[in-house]
Structures are given as structure tokens and as C-alpha cells.
């Protein structure tokens, strides 16, 4: 009987059986292609998980393949997954080899077929007004974000947080509810740079929360995303930055921020930062140029003046006078209070329509392609 098998030429086979994995791409189809001992095997080279290219990744003595993206392994040859999910299979390919070259049938022998994967909670947040979510007239809800660095048993005083103190208790005080994160008491890992691998191994949620069930960054995630109306963070300056573990919570925001990139998805909407900046030396400006400029990449408004801060400048080294200016300033907890309420003001704006949320067009955002920038055409 006549082969009815449609093969799809892979290349010369000669060449393939120099790696014993690779992904191979035939048109829109990729598939990862093993040779072990001796043999060659495919399966489809799309990772049942978000898509990684499973050939791409390495291949483990007992033939099974690991995705590059997020570990998850499937078997070379029958696209099975590893002991214990075997039932989350990518499709397997029949091969064989033809006047020197490979080719994969175009329909799979295995189908693919996924285990129920129940979704990490922070999938099923919702923001306020929408089903599921806080009730569209609970109070308004302030998140302080404390990002200084302490010694907990060793406790000093910080100018930031005293600062964030103030303006949490002067929130909670207009009858809005409060929570304060601190960012030196949660144990969370720094961003492992799945973005770098490709934009959508960068997931939400967050790969590292999804896989690590002890990282605490859901609970920023979780206060940010779904909880908060206004969100404070506080910082010290640290040689003229933000303090390290500010950037330790910015790059794991990156997945906040990538949704906008990969799915035009905005996670925080109707959502309003201020900042509280202090530092023994200078470059307020610096440090709120930054935080601003990532807020506003992840989605919030501004209320007008949106930072307080507080430096002695260059000449000044002179930390105890420092922390006692911060102390006795009327000012500046006059100032912190003062930036609640006017961060208050601009999310009640936008909760009562009055700054109306119109759908942003892509064209000049963030990882947006631009429809003039097309290969140019030959002849
Ligand atoms: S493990 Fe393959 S895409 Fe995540």
C-alpha cells in the first residue's frame, strides 16, 4: 500500500545528527529534533506550558527534553511529560532518513494533551469595580511601599519610612484603609531574567511566583495589581539611586509592565503613585526621575507635585543631623500628609470618570512596531 504520509523536509541529515537537540523550523512549524543513539526522534517543538522553543533547550541521559524557557521536560521521542505528568504531552512526530535527509511526518502519531493546571491565585485578581473584585465604593485603599534597607535587630531610624509613616497614619486617619509593605522583611528572589530570554517567557504571574511557592513577592504583586488605589513607595538615595531593594522590586515588576508589551493588557489601572525621596547627599531629581518614569510604563497617573523629598546636599556629611532635621520638621510630615491628599484627590478623579480611561493606542509606547518600519521591498 502506498505511503500516504505527507513528510516535511528538515535538511540534511548528515548535518542534524551533529546535535542531539535542535529546533528546526519548516515554515510556521517547529519541531525539536533529538538524535540519540543513533536515531532520530521529533516532537513539537512548542512547549505545552507558554510556547518555549523546546528545542532549544537541553536534552537529560534519560531522553528527556527540558524547556528553556521554564524546566518544563517532555520526552524526546514520545512528547510525554516527565514521571508524574505524563499526561501533559507535547505531539510526537514519526521520522525517517531519505536520500540524506531527514523528514518528519506532517501529522503527529501522539496528540497534544494538557493536564488541569489550577491557575496561581494572583491570575484571578481583579481590580476594583470589576467582577470578582473590591466592591467599586469600598473605601479607598493606600499601599506604602517601604524599599529601605535594615537591620531588623539593630533597628535605626529612617527618614523614608518615618516620612511613609506619616502619610500612611494621616491616610488611615481619613478613614481610608492602609497597608504597609516592607520590602527589607519579605523574602522574595531578584528577577532571573526570563524577559531576556523572550518577552513572553517573562509571564503573568510572575514565573519565579508561579514556581516558587515560598517567594514573597506575591504579597507586592497582590497589594499593587489587585488591592491598592494609591500606592507610596518610599526610598532612601543610595549614591544617587534608589535603594537596591527598589530595583530588586522594579525588575520583578517587569512582568506587571509586560503584559502592555506582550497582550495589551493593562494590569493596574485607575491607579495613582507618589513618591517619598530622602538622602543624606543630592540627587533627588535623578531618583524620582526614575520612579516616575517606571510607574508611569506600568500604568499609574500622577497627582500634581507628586513626590516629597528631602536631601542635605553634597556638603553635609552629617547623618545624625540628617536623621534630626527629618525629626523635627514640621514641613516635610506636613508634606508627606499633603501628598496623600492629593494623591487621593487624582484617584478619586479617575474613579469618578472624570479623567476617563481611554484605551491608550500602542503607536509610540513601549515595544510597539512601528507600521513604517516594514523591510524594505527589493525591486
Ligand atoms: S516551561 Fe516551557 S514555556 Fe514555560
Not at 517619598?276 to 526614575?290: F, R, Y
Not at 513626590?307 to 552629617?318: K, N
Request: glycine fraction near 10%; charge should be neutral; include cysteine.
Amino acid at each position: 500500500m502506498a505511503d500516504s504520509t505527507e513528510w516535511l523536509d528538515a535538511g540534511d541529515a548528515g548535518e542534524l545528527a551533529t546535535r542531539p537537540l535542535q529546533q528546526v523550523r519548516i515554515g510556521r512549524r517547529q519541531f525539536a529534533v533529538s538524535f540519540v543513539d543513533g536515531r532520530f526522534h521529533a516532537i513539537d517543538g512548542r512547549c505545552n506550558h507558554v510556547g518555549g522553543p523546546l528545542g532549544d533547550g537541553t536534552l537529560d541521559p534519560a531522553g528527556y527534553v527540558t524547556c528553556p524557557w521554564h524546566g518544563w521536560k517532555f520526552h524526546c521521542a514520545t512528547g510525554r511529560g516527565e514521571p508524574g505528568y505524563e499526561g501533559d504531552a507535547v505531539p510526537s512526530h514519526a521520522t525517517k532518513v531519505d536520500g540524506g535527509r531527514l523528514w518528519i511526518a506532517s501529522e503527529p502519531s501522539t496528540p497534544r494533551t494538557r493536564l488541569p493546571h489550577e491557575p496561581h491565585p494572583l491570575a484571578k485578581i481583579r481590580s476594583r469595580g470589576e467582577a470578582g473584585g473590591p466592591p467599586a465604593d469600598a473605601p479607598l485603599r493606600v499601599l506604602g511601599i517601604s524599599t529601605t534597607n535594615m537591620n531588623e535587630a539593630l533597628p535605626r531610624y529612617s527618614t523614608s519610612d518615618a516620612l511613609l509613616a506619616t502619610a500612611i497614619e494621616h491616610a488611615a486617619a481619613r478613614g481610608l484603609d492602609t497597608r504597609l509593605i516592607r520590602l527589607s522583611e519579605l523574602s522574595f528572589r531578584a528577577c532571573e531574567g526570563y524577559y531576556s530570554k523572550s518577552a513572553r517567557a517573562c509571564t503573568w504571574p510572575c514565573s519565579i511566583t508561579q514556581m516558587d511557592p515560598a517567594d514573597q513577592m506575591d504579597r507586592v504583586y497582590e497589594g499593587m495589581v489587585a488591592w491598592a488605589d494609591v500606592i507610596l513607595v518610599a526610598t532612601p538615595i543610595r549614591w544617587g539611586a534608589a535603594s537596591s531593594l527598589y530595583y530588586r522590586m522594579a525588575e520583578r515588576l517587569n512582568c506587571v509592565q509586560n503584559q502592555e508589551t506582550i497582550a495589551n493588557r493593562h494590569l493596574m489601572n485607575r491607579k495613582v503613585a507618589g513618591f517619598v525621596i530622602t538622602g543624606g547627599q543630592d540627587n533627588v531629581q535623578g531618583v524620582a526621575g526614575q520612579l516616575l518614569g517606571f510607574f508611569a510604563e506600568l500604568g499609574c497617573q500622577f497627582p500634581q507635585f507628586p513626590y516629597v523629598a528631602h536631601s542635605r546636599g553634597w556638603s553635609a556629611e552629617d547623618m545624625e543631623n540628617n536623621v534630626r532635621v527629618v525629626q523635627r520638621s514640621a514641613a516635610l510630615h506636613d508634606g508627606a500628609r499633603s501628598l496623600v491628599d492629593r494623591c487621593v484627590e487624582t484617584v478619586r478623579a479617575l474613579l469618578d470618570g472624570h479623567l476617563r480611561a481611554t484605551p491608550p493606542a500602542r503607536g509610540g509606547r513601549k515595544a510597539h512596531r512601528l507600521d513604517g518600519d516594514e523591510p524594505a521591498r527589493e525591486g
